[in-house]
């Protein structure tokens, strides 16, 4: 059953954050002058000159340098420990264990059950077990090496599947099983009864790094007045902040936490800020002195979060003409030693929730069954990377997909259109889609622009004489904006000054995704100013209202639906006093670059800087908050049936491979990607986001996993853990489409995750085209491709 | 710790310094020069963001001991804009091309790119790449980069 309060709430929301919408949205969007437009990122002149300071740049005088000490073990007890060796070191400041976190000795995104510092038990290799903050960071290492501590080794638990047997070393107190989900919709042996053709099949894939170039780091700066400060990449401040106050045993408004620009991020900078910069405020306490926590390369793959990997048995029905009537899946969804972001905990939607909603893909089917489990496991814990549990079901269902064209005898497209969400479709988990829909026409813009008909079923040899051979293949996918269930509030505060320049405060995150670009953008266009005239006050806990972290490609939408009702109250004003000023009612006013006309008599005007200095001088408002979050429904826990996000984002790709038969090695050599954004602010970010994303989905399909061999990770640094170069991505050429979502600032919606999603699978269908092999363990290496290769019987005759 | 003096050309003004004899480029740049536009992302030679010119050629500067550069030129991605402040058609055309996301690689791209056009002044598509895979970028797919470098490589020659 549907909670019907939780329903009246939503339902309330929705028709009042519509009306405001509405309203607010008059201008009509071809006159926009800010937004909409390509414009040059605010932070671009210092990256290219090499003066934007990120967290390693700072400088380092007064700072003592903090270390972790990490288990040797993935799974073990801790009999005794002795720091007495290490603490007598000349030089050392602090040696902690467990006893001496002041707080709440646990920290986590969702639930806090990773120790700051583990007392009695490990449960990963990357598990810390003690801190050190020494006055070089040469001393602080020589000290690890001289604390003592006794193991008992425990078996450990390395698969998901073994995690949920009976006999199975427990991990945690609560066991092994973290979540178990359900989706029913329709009856799915009905469903399979009515099928005409059935196929079973099961896909795996590793665990990924996020690869983002800087290394993390945490700077903790005790201030005078007995207030802690935690600088550092981030993407989540205030969830950074509530660990911090929890770890430091402190009322969160005793915690201030900076946002330093961050060198990449893709969703791991939401975990692992909070563990380093729990353990440099730790160590800052106990020395009262500033600490500077910095991970080396290898630090990073070991203790911070990773993309869950996932093994996916689905069984799927259809009609000989290509419906979809059952789509069954089993999802084991490996977790690791934490909790991390996976666990579904109303109100906050992990990443577990989130791949058993995607799992039936973007197709209307009208009896499904998907079972999702959570485990625990001695590996590195699963945190959010870019598409946050999305991608894996999409590497599934979209190879599903194109194997059971295939055995239908109908080109992938066809089967797709046929089955595509469309407007007023309904998802697996229930939801219409009565808004804001252009999967469909990304499938056509995409086949337009790479002319699908001519070149598919046309796989065939470079030459006579080689052993490459082409293939094309089609990926498709869809992709919330925000993090659904509820808890998604976004808040900013607009303020303009006497001269007519602007303010805006926001803790939306930067990390190369372009918000400190498109905010200012949205600004500027509500106000009727320039760019240049609006200033982004960078993410600091003490100054920007709440936000919540910049994930789950919500904070374009959001809190550009924020600024935007902030930008309002300030506008009320100004339009008040020029309508004294000017003499001409105000619904006859309009403000565009930096003037205030009267809409019938052109001429009427006025500057608004004139008006803002008139404004203050009579004491009139010139502050604006905003706070939008948007409308969405809890999942009932029995069936999985609600609306889990108020809007999607939908794409496709197609590609062109070249697979040597011989040896398994593949070239992508020919790349569209085509996406519905609803309403692209800044065009050229945009297409960063689509061509970043599709290299990101690139590295999954054919060469990303972190190899652990009895649990430890074996590739850690980026000699050996692979990411796509200039020689291994093709020149993408990245559609954009607009399908005005309207909830959204003139219309837009989430893009940052979107595009390595559907990318992945387009790559493994174009291998299993051009050589007949299926690769359903990833990564498409060329020794797995060749393998494949045989396993299809050898490769296609010439 | 005892010290050895070294003198080079960095930015082309002559300095000298005295450093341990282990110290890495990196480390002399970014420590004790306090220039932090050369990027640690690896520290083994791996990722390309620590790229700097030693006389010209792209070198990897984690990896290389600073007692390398004894004599010889150094240039780092601060003194790439002229005095005036007027930025490299490399620099510009990464502003205009949006080439740059995080940021963090776009140094050592940038210096790479550099060490390529004062070879080849008009290089195509495929020796960019080339010329680039050497530094890694997790953000862009490389496609604005590479639009960025012939753009720069066309600015360079309409100047000319």
Redesign the interface.
């Known amino acids: 059953m549907r909670d019907k309060t939780e329903d009246k709430r939503t339902v309330q929301v929705l028709t009042k954050e519509k009306l405001d919408l509405e309203q607010l949205l008059a201008a009509p969007k071809d006159k926009l002058s800010v937004a909409g437009h390509?414009v040059?990122?605010t932070?671009?002149?210092?990256?290219?000159?090499?003066?934007?300071?990120?967290g390693?740049?700072y400088?380092?005088e007064g700072f003592l340098h903090g270390k972790i000490l990490r288990s040797p073990f993935p799974h073990a007890l801790i009999k005794a420990i002795n720091v007495e060796k290490a603490q007598e070191l000349p030089g050392v400041a602090a040696v902690l264990t467990a006893k001496d976190v002041p707080g709440r000795n646990g920290f986590g995104a969702i639930l806090p059950d990773q120790p700051v510092i583990c007392g009695d038990k490990v449960r990963y290799v990357g598990d810390g077990v003690a801190l050190v903050a020494a006055e070089t960071e040469e001393i602080a290492h020589e000290a690890l090496s001289l604390i003592q501590v006794e193991y008992e080794p425990l078996t450990p638990v390395l698969d998901p599947r073994d995690a949920l047997k009976p006999d199975a070393p427990q991990i945690h107190e609560k066991g092994n099983l973290l979540s178990s989900n359900k989706l029913r919709k329709g009856d799915i042996e009905k469903g399979f009864d009515e099928a005409q053709v059935i196929m079973e099949r099961t896909y795996q894939v590793p665990f990924l790094e996020?690869?983002?170039?800087?290394?993390d780091i945490s700077l903790a700066i005790p201030q005078p007045d007995g207030t802690m400060l935690v600088e550092g990449p981030m993407q989540a401040p205030f969830t950074v902040r509530r660990n911090l106050a929890a770890v430091l045993g402190v009322p969160v408004n005793q915690v201030r936490v900076r946002q330093i620009?961050?060198?990449?991020?893709?969703g791991g900078k939401e975990d692992a800020p909070i563990d380093v910069g729990c353990r440099a405020a730790v160590l800052a306490h106990h020395t009262g002195q500033p600490v500077r926590l910095s991970l080396?390369?290898e630090e990073v793959t070991l203790q911070t979060c990773k993309r869950h990997p996932m093994i996916m048995e689905i069984r799927i029905g259809a009609k000989k003409d290509g419906h979809l009537v059952a789509f069954e899946g089993v999802i084991y969804d490996e977790q690791g030693a934490y909790a991390g972001l996976g666990p579904v905990i109303p109100p906050a939607g992990g990443s577990h929730i989130h791949s058993m909603v995607m799992m039936p893909g973007p197709y209307q089917i009208p009896h499904v069954k998907v079972d999702a489990h959570l485990c625990y496991t001695n590996h590195p814990y699963g945190g959010a990377m870019r598409g946050f549990g999305a991608p894996q079901v999409h590497i599934a269902h979209e190879q599903l997909m194109d194997e059971l064209a295939q055995e239908l005898g109908m080109d992938p497209i066809e089967l797709r259109r046929i089955n595509a969400f469309r407007l007023g479709s309904v998802t697996a988990t229930g939801q219409v889609l009565d808004q804001s829909v252009g999967l469909i026409e990304t499938l056509d813009a995409c086949a337009k622009a790479f002319k699908w008909e001519d070149r598919y079923g046309k796989s065939q040899y470079v030459d006579a004489k080689s052993s490459k051979r082409r293939g094309v293949g089609i990926g498709m996918g869809w992709y919330r904006t925000s993090i659904g269930t509820s808890g998604d509030g976004c808040g900013a505060n607009v303020y303009v000054h006497e001269d007519g320049s602007a303010l805006l405060y926001s803790g939306i995150t930067e990390?190369?995704?372009?918000a400190f670009t498109v905010l200012p953008q949205i600004c500027a266009e509500e106000l009727g100013v320039r760019m240049e005239d609006v200033r982004l006050v960078k993410p600091d806990t003490d100054m920007v209202p709440e936000s919540g972290p910049t994930v789950g490609s919500r904070s374009t939408t959001l809190m550009g639906n924020a600024i935007i009702m902030a930008t309002r109250q300030i506008k009320e004003s100004i339009l008040e006093m020029a309508s004294e000023m000017l003499i001409v009612p105000i619904d006859r006013l309009e403000v565009r670059d930096r003037r205030i006309y009267d809409r019938e008599n052109p001429g009427k005007s006025l500057a608004f800087k004139e008006v803002a200095a008139k404004c203050m001088a009579m004491g009139k408002r010139l502050i604006g908050q905003g706070w939008w979050a948007p409308p969405t429904a809890s999942l009932d826990p029995e069936t999985g049936q609600g609306n889990p996000y108020f809007v999607y984002t939908y794409s496709t790709h197609m590609t062109e491979v070249e697979v040597d038969v011989e040896t398994g090695e593949v070239e992508v050599i020919d790349y569209v990607a085509a996406f519905d954004v609803g309403k692209a602010i800044n065009p050229?970010?945009v297409?960063?986001q689509?061509?970043?994303?599709?290299?990101?989905g690139l590295g999954y399909a054919l060469m990303e996993k972190v190899v652990l061999k009895d649990g430890y990770p074996q590739n850690l640094?980026?000699?050996d853990y692979l990411?796509p170069?200039?020689?291994d991505?093709p020149?993408?050429e990245p559609i954009i489409l607009e399908e005005e979502n309207k909830f959204g600032p003139y219309g837009a919606k989430g893009i940052g995750e979107m595009p390595n999603i559907p990318a992945t699978p387009a790559i493994l269908n174009a291998i299993a085209n051009a050589c007949g092999g299926r690769v359903r363990s990833l990564p498409a290496d060329p020794e797995n491709v060749f393998l494949a290769i045989q396993e299809a019987g050898g490769p296609p005759e010439r | 710790m005892s010290t050895t003096k070294l003198s080079f050309k960095l930015n082309g003004q002559s300095m000298e310094v005295a450093i341990a004899p282990n110290t890495l480029l990196i480390d002399l740049l970014?420590?004790d020069l306090?220039?932090?536009?050369?990027?640690?992302?690896?520290?083994?030679g791996?990722?390309g963001?620590c790229t700097v010119l030693l006389d010209g050629e792209p070198v990897n500067s984690c990896i290389l001991p600073a007692l390398k550069v004894a004599g010889r030129s150094l240039t780092?991605?601060?003194g790439?804009?002229n005095e005036e402040g007027d930025?490299d058609e490399i620099?510009?055309a990464?502003?205009?091309e949006?080439a740059?996301?995080?940021?963090?690689?776009?140094?050592g791209m940038?210096m790479n790119a550099k060490a390529l056009l004062n070879k080849n002044p008009t290089p195509n598509?495929a020796e960019?790449?080339?010329s680039?895979?050497?530094?890694?970028?997790?953000?862009?797919?490389?496609?604005?980069?590479?639009h960025a470098v012939v753009t720069a490589s066309q600015t360079k020659k309409s100047h000319k």
């Open positions: 390509s040059t990122r932070d671009d002149l210092q990256k290219v000159t090499g003066k934007l300071m990120y390693a740049d400088p380092q996020h690869a983002y170039l800087e290394p620009h961050m060198g990449g991020g893709f080396e390369r990390m190369g995704q372009g050229k970010a297409e960063g689509i061509e970043g994303g599709v290299a990101m640094n980026l000699q990411i170069t200039t020689l991505v020149d993408i | 970014r420590d306090g220039l932090t536009g050369t990027k640690a992302g690896c520290r083994e791996e990722c963001a780092t991605i601060e790439l804009a930025l620099q510009q990464f502003m205009d949006g740059a996301q995080c940021g963090f690689c776009t140094p940038i598509e960019i790449r080339e680039l895979s050497g530094v890694l970028c997790r953000c862009t797919g490389y496609r604005k980069i590479v």
